[in-house]
């Protein structure tokens, strides 16, 4: 289920538009940082939540769930509930991007900033059923020359919180989870998704996308099905009406799902996911797209 289809009644902290909300809070989304990778940040410089990055005009976009620089530190936390498919080179691709943004012309190597890319998954993205997944690099040939790129990669799977070994990361991870917290961080984020859910204006923004997203669907579900009538009967056999249907439906949902991701600026796998449609046929038409160039927007500038 994509983001904007659940009732706003249901959503919890896994579901992304409330962990963007909660993470908007600074001193939650330092202290989340704090436990998680067991490190001190002493002031955040920058926050943004739903931050689109977009290097090159012809180069794929992306768009993170929660940004944050610190003085000479950048971390990306992503909430993932489902979709683990070609998770590592997502990550990758998100690393690499993230140095090509905040690198200048004539920035040093030596002064890449060190970066951390963060995936809470809600269940095991990999199948090991160990709560947390961390990424290490390392010559092959030899094991006690280090290897420090300043990058770091973690995976946490929810699902396992039970034998996660630090107290702080397991409460968060049990939260997450759907369960309820005892103590520490994971208190103070259930306090925060309250309060995201007692406030009317959050609960209409999250509600106009929805009704968004469901008008695309419905007209594409009856658009659809006129156009399969009339390439079946054009055809005139019986398999070719099913196969017009079909058709029709699968144009519109491409259709409406470049406008979804162009003109209300949505991620695309959200939207290949909302709408039934293949990724990889997305992503064609967003290249071929004359508005995608200038129609991508913040969705707090709607």
Not at 159 to 164: C, G, L, M
Not at 273 to 294: I, K, T
């Given at each position: 289920?994509?983001?904007?289809?659940?009732?706003?009644?249901?959503?919890?902290?896994?579901?992304?538009?409330?962990?963007?909300?909660?993470?908007?809070?600074?001193?939650?989304?330092?202290?989340?940082?704090?436990?998680?990778?067991?490190?001190?940040?002493?002031?955040?410089?920058?926050?943004?939540?739903?931050?689109?990055?977009?290097?090159?005009?012809?180069?794929?976009?992306?768009?993170?769930?929660?940004?944050?620089?610190?003085?000479?530190?950048?971390?990306?936390?992503?909430?993932?509930?489902?979709?683990?498919?070609?998770?590592?080179?997502?990550?990758?691709?998100?690393?690499?991007?993230?140095?090509?943004?905040?690198?200048?012309?004539?920035?040093?190597?030596?002064?890449?900033?060190?970066?951390?890319?963060?995936?809470?998954?809600?269940?095991?993205?990999?199948?090991?059923?160990?709560?947390?997944?961390?990424?290490?690099?390392?010559?092959?040939?030899?094991?006690?020359?280090?290897?420090?790129?300043?990058?770091?990669?973690?995976?946490?799977?929810?699902?396992?919180?039970?034998?996660?070994?630090?107290?702080?990361?397991?409460?968060?991870?049990?939260?997450?989870?759907?369960?309820?917290?005892?103590?520490?961080?994971?208190?103070?984020?259930?306090?925060?998704?309250?309060?995201?859910?007692?406030?009317?204006?959050?609960?209409?923004?999250?509600m106009y996308f929805s009704d968004i997203l469901e008008d695309e669907k419905e007209e594409a579900r009856a658009t659809g099905l006129a156009e399969g009538r009339a390439t079946g009967l054009a055809e005139g056999r019986a398999t070719g009406l099913e196969e017009g249907r079909e058709e029709g439906r699968r144009k519109k949902a491409l259709d409406d799902a470049v406008i979804v991701v162009t003109k209300y600026g949505q991620?695309?796998?959200?939207?290949?996911?909302?709408?039934?449609?293949?990724?990889?046929?997305?992503?064609?038409?967003?290249?071929?797209?004359?508005?995608?160039?200038?129609?991508?927007?913040?969705?707090?500038?709607?």
């Open positions: 289920m994509g983001q904007f289809s659940k009732p706003w009644e249901e959503l919890t902290i896994a579901d992304n538009f409330i962990f963007c909300k909660v993470m908007e809070n600074e001193r939650i989304c330092r202290r989340m940082l704090e436990v998680l990778l067991g490190i001190r940040i002493s002031r955040i410089d920058y926050l943004r939540t739903e931050h689109p990055m977009e290097n090159f005009y012809d180069a794929r976009g992306i768009r993170l769930d929660v940004y944050v620089e610190e003085s000479d530190r950048i971390f990306n936390i992503e909430m993932q509930t489902g979709n683990y498919d070609d998770l590592l080179l997502r990550s990758r691709y998100y690393l690499s991007s993230s140095d090509v943004a905040t690198t200048k012309r004539r920035t040093k190597f030596r002064d890449i900033k060190e970066t951390f890319i963060i995936f809470i998954c809600k269940d095991d993205p990999f199948g090991a059923g160990i709560p947390r997944y961390t990424r290490t690099t390392k010559f092959l040939e030899s094991d006690w020359i280090a290897y420090d790129d300043k990058s770091h990669i973690v995976f946490y799977n929810c699902s396992a919180w039970q034998i996660e070994q630090d107290a702080g990361v397991r409460e968060v991870l049990k939260f997450i989870y759907g369960l309820k917290p005892d103590s520490g961080l994971a208190l103070q984020m259930e306090d925060e998704v309250l309060n995201a859910m007692r406030k009317p204006y959050l609960k209409d923004e999250y991620p695309a796998e959200t939207v290949a996911q909302d709408f039934n449609v293949p990724l990889e046929e997305l992503y064609h038409r967003l290249q071929n797209s004359d508005e995608v160039g200038n129609s991508v927007n913040n969705i707090n500038q709607i």
